[in-house]
């Protein structure tokens, strides 16, 4: 959550997440999100404005490492799942690690309570929906070069064209999806230039007419971004170097 307070004339404005709220509400959150700060590890329980539980999950800080429950206002239970567990003691860059990420079985319930489906994930990773549900489902894209995950790299022009993105979906399912992809070169100094594709498109990209417009020189690095979208979403970043 984002917290902020102005004062004017004596007047102190309290906002979370932008909307305005009063200063018993206002410490009631700040001090819940203090509470997340200092959870290492706990179970965690996170309430909304009324006061309806949200989640309850094992936590450390933000990093969710075990059991995971989510609710419907109504208070019925709506997810229950698991995150990666870390059994080392070692919490030094936990996500960078492989934590923080789903791994086991994921169950959905409506809001009576039936039980409508399962996920299987492993490390993060999604196996497989049972049964297969009817609404197309994405739950990642993948950006690789060479085989290898595209993440601030350092690419030639030529090299940017020959990157592969691949969607992954949860099911075979595909009605009504849209993706586009907006490549965008703003680099400290320079004009920020964009342009958006097609996914299918994205291959014939000229980024060196780009980088001129930018103005970018041969012997300058320019900060580079891939975002996907889906009918308009963002669904997903990746962040590149390019450079002559």
């Given at each position: 959550m984002g917290y902020s307070?102005?004062?004017k004339d004596n007047i102190t404005t309290y906002?979370?997440?932008?909307?305005?709220?009063?200063?018993?509400?206002?410490?009631?959150?700040?001090?819940?999100?203090?509470?997340?700060e200092t959870c290492k590890p706990c179970i965690l329980l996170t309430y909304?404005?009324?006061?309806?539980?949200?989640?309850?999950?094992?936590?450390?800080?933000?990093?969710?490492?075990?059991f995971w429950i989510e609710y419907f206002p109504n208070g019925k239970v709506k997810i229950i799942g698991h995150y990666k567990e870390?059994?080392?003691?070692?919490?030094?860059?936990?996500?960078?690690?492989?934590?923080?990420?789903?791994?086991?079985?994921?169950?959905?319930?409506?809001?009576?309570?039936?039980?409508?489906?399962s996920e299987y994930w492993?490390?993060?990773?999604?196996?497989?929906?049972?049964?297969?549900?009817?609404?197309?489902?994405?739950?990642?894209?993948?950006?690789?070069?060479?085989?290898?995950?595209?993440?601030?790299q350092i690419f030639t022009p030529k090299q940017v064209g020959e990157i592969k993105i691949i969607p992954k979906f949860k099911n075979s399912k595909r009605t009504g999806t849209n993706l586009t992809v907006k490549f965008e070169i703003a680099t400290t100094g320079h004009k920020i230039v964009s342009q958006t594709f097609p996914l299918t498109d994205f291959g014939k990209i000229d980024v060196q007419k780009m980088?001129?417009?930018?103005?970018?020189?041969?012997?300058?690095m320019a900060s580079c971004s891939i975002m996907i979208f889906n009918n308009?979403?963002?669904v997903f970043n990746s962040w590149l170097n390019v450079k002559e």
């Amino acid at each position: 959550m984002g917290y902020s307070t102005q004062s004017k004339d004596n007047i102190t404005t309290y906002k979370i997440n932008e909307k305005e709220v009063d200063k018993t509400t206002y410490d009631k959150y700040h001090d819940t999100w203090r509470n997340m700060e200092t959870c290492k590890p706990c179970i965690l329980l996170t309430y909304d404005y009324n006061d309806k539980i949200l989640h309850k999950g094992i936590q450390y800080t933000d990093c969710p490492v075990g059991f995971w429950i989510e609710y419907f206002p109504n208070g019925k239970v709506k997810i229950i799942g698991h995150y990666k567990e870390n059994e080392s003691g070692n919490w030094e860059n936990a996500y960078d690690r492989g934590f923080c990420r789903e791994d086991g079985v994921w169950t959905y319930f409506n809001e009576v309570g039936n039980k409508l489906y399962s996920e299987y994930w492993k490390d993060g990773q999604f196996i497989k929906q049972v049964p297969e549900q009817t609404k197309t489902e994405l739950w990642t894209v993948e950006i690789t070069h060479n085989g290898t995950k595209v993440n601030n790299q350092i690419f030639t022009p030529k090299q940017v064209g020959e990157i592969k993105i691949i969607p992954k979906f949860k099911n075979s399912k595909r009605t009504g999806t849209n993706l586009t992809v907006k490549f965008e070169i703003a680099t400290t100094g320079h004009k920020i230039v964009s342009q958006t594709f097609p996914l299918t498109d994205f291959g014939k990209i000229d980024v060196q007419k780009m980088l001129i417009e930018s103005g970018v020189t041969p012997t300058e690095m320019a900060s580079c971004s891939i975002m996907i979208f889906n009918n308009g979403n963002n669904v997903f970043n990746s962040w590149l170097n390019v450079k002559e």
